[in-house]
């Protein structure tokens, strides 16, 4: 009885803690005051902004989940995501009022780590609960439309998460960056060619590993400030990796599989990729001949869950043996868009079925207009989830 007593405490102590950070909206900041701090913050400024902006959003997307379907909830893999935030949480929380002398930051710093490590495979364990629910019993429309609305909310604020995490702890903690002139995760000049040239390569490894060839690359860049310069911003790289990366993925399956299916032995079409820098944007386009994909299939390629490689098995499978891989759950265009989109940039897809298909990658080229997006929740969020269960007010598409 007295073992219930103090779960029952710890709980309404973390509900506490989940509606009073829950109410204040994220500090979005911009590429601008991110670099600038790198150069010239300390520690002690970012424990006194950390200790606060992380556990508003933790705790708001704590909330938002309160608003899915409750036989979701009920998933294994779903409390085990809510338990990692609600433990995050609480210790960043543990912080609060505490003087910034050096032993706290270390202890904070140490603290941060952990929360990093225990998040690492949130992704993933999400997407186990996502096939849980699914194979418990048929999606309505309503709860897929609910669902992909706080998917795309709840990754873009851990990509944001992580980001202010990994600049505390390799500006001002013992991590070091990735290379000599990144400053913590962001490189204040990201030379994009080069970052594109090694997603191209790793995707050209995995191509030539599974069909013994891959499409060659054909790419060109249009400086229109400088043509003589190369094209370079204040980025994350390994953001822009991620999204080249999954882009040139589907790229060269969708080239190789096309070209086999017209039994054609001629060489592979070339995957073109243009590098275009202006005063705003910096556009990327990446087009193939892979056949294109018909608007039947449009409309769901940034849908979670919808992938055509074959599914992952769930752990409920009596194959499953250990941890669930990525590959497959459908989640590689839907976060790759994410990732374009956290920094004022976007990701889109048009295509021509029958042909091919090309995929415009834009970034803000200005550091200032770069700015975090993110999700608050508000009233309006509210708001969204409740109108989901109501029937659509369209005839359906077949």
Known sequence: MYFTRFLR????????LVDHYAQYPPTGLTMKRIVEFAREGDARQSFLFLRNELPVRLASMMKEMDHLPPRLLEMPSVKTVNSWYGTSLTELHSFKGLQPNADVVTKFTEVLQNIRKRHTTVVETLAQGYMEFSDYGQVKEYEESQIQYFLNRFHLSRISIR????????????????????????????????????????AQFLCESYYLKSPQLELRNINAINANEAIAIAYVPSHLYHVMFELFKNSMRATVEYTESKKNDDILPKI?????????D???????RGGGIPRSRADKIFRYMYSTAPRPVSSHDAQYSGPVPLAGFGYGLPISRLYARYFNGDLEIHSVDGYGTDAYVYLQAVEDQASEWLPICNRAAYEYYLSRKYQSDWTKKK
Request: charged share 25%.
């Open 282 to 288: 910096l556009t990327i386009r990446i087009s193939d």
């Open 163 to 202: 980001l202010l995490i990994y600049q505390h702890t390799m500006c001002f903690g013992e991590e070091v960056p990735i290379h000599p002139t990144h400053l913590g995760f962001v490189d204040p000049s990201c030379f994009v060619e080069n970052t594109i040239r090694d997603a191209y390569e790793n």
């Open 9 to 16: 405490r710890q709980q309404q102590t973390l509900t506490h």
């Open 272 to 280: 073109k990729v243009d590098i275009v820098k202006a005063k705003e």
